[in-house]
T-cell receptor, first 112, second 111 residues
Framework: GENVEQHPSTLSVQEGDSAVIKCTYS??????FPWYKQELGKRPQLIID?????GEKKDQRIAVTLNKTAKHFSLHITETQPEDSAVYFC???????????FGKGTKLSVKP | KAGVTQTPRYLIKTRGQQVTLSCSPI?????VSWYQQTPGQGLQFLFE???????NKGNFPGRFSGRQFSNSRSEMNVSTLELGDSALYLC??????????FGQGTRLTVV
């Protein structure tokens, strides 16, 4: 079945540094890839998503890149801030957002 | 616009009992998905409903079931509870071409 591998499982950076989280997926037919941020005790919230008709998408300090040939996508956070500390989940949405296959998550810690 | 509402927020049940969780989607959203979140397995897809029909189902035993009503509200039921069913159960609602919005979840503890 579909599978999503996410690395690293933990990531610690200094405030102002960049953070990169990588995911690989197995279903070559998939074309929707969201990223969710979950703070402790809170619900997952979408921070950015990408569809397979584009290779990169940016939103201020956050960007996502997609390589369909290699079946991997990455989250890039620049100029990290302490409030970026959270668990980040990538997901393979197949063809829709209704059946998300999640990676195991990356715990990001940003040290002031 | 109100967000996705899940009730109850917390539940404690005994092994062997059954439980029903409720999810009210964002107004206008006809699609609802359910996920189980545990420290060991992460976020796992349970089911997806659209217009009262189950559209997709994850790899969970038959003790896990769900349904959706004509007003798009959804319930999920777990029968014969096991200790391993202790988890945060999350519901998400969405419309075509929108993101999936998650509720706060129901924290189920089985003792």
């Amino acid at each position: 079945g579909e599978n999503v591998e996410q690395h690293p499982s933990t990531l610690s950076v200094q405030e102002g540094d960049s953070a990169v989280i990588k995911c690989t997926y197995s279903d070559s037919a998939s074309n929707y890839f969201p990223w969710y941020k979950q703070e402790l005790g809170k619900r997952p919230q979408l921070i950015i998503d990408i569809r397979s008709n584009v290779g990169e998408k940016k939103d201020q300090r956050i960007a996502v890149t997609l390589n369909k040939t290699a079946k991997h996508f990455s989250l890039h956070i620049t100029e990290t801030q302490p409030e970026d500390s959270a668990v980040y989940f990538c997901a393979d949405g197949g063809r829709s957002q209704g059946n998300l296959i999640f990676g195991k998550g990356t715990k990001l810690s940003v040290k002031p | 616009k109100a967000g996705v509402t899940q009730t109850p927020r917390y539940l404690i049940k005994t092994r062997g009992q059954q439980v029903t969780l409720s999810c009210s989607p964002i107004s206008g959203h006809r699609s609802v998905s359910w996920y189980q979140q545990t420290p060991g397995q992460g976020l796992q897809f349970l089911f997806e409903y659209f217009s009262e029909t189950q559209r997709n189902k994850g790899n969970f035993p038959g003790r896990f079931s769900g349904r959706q009503f004509s007003n798009s509200r959804s319930e999920m039921n777990v029968s014969t509870l096991e200790l391993g069913d202790s988890a945060l159960y999350l519901c998400a609602s969405f419309q075509d071409n929108t993101e999936a919005f998650f509720g706060q979840g129901t924290r189920l503890t089985v003792v």
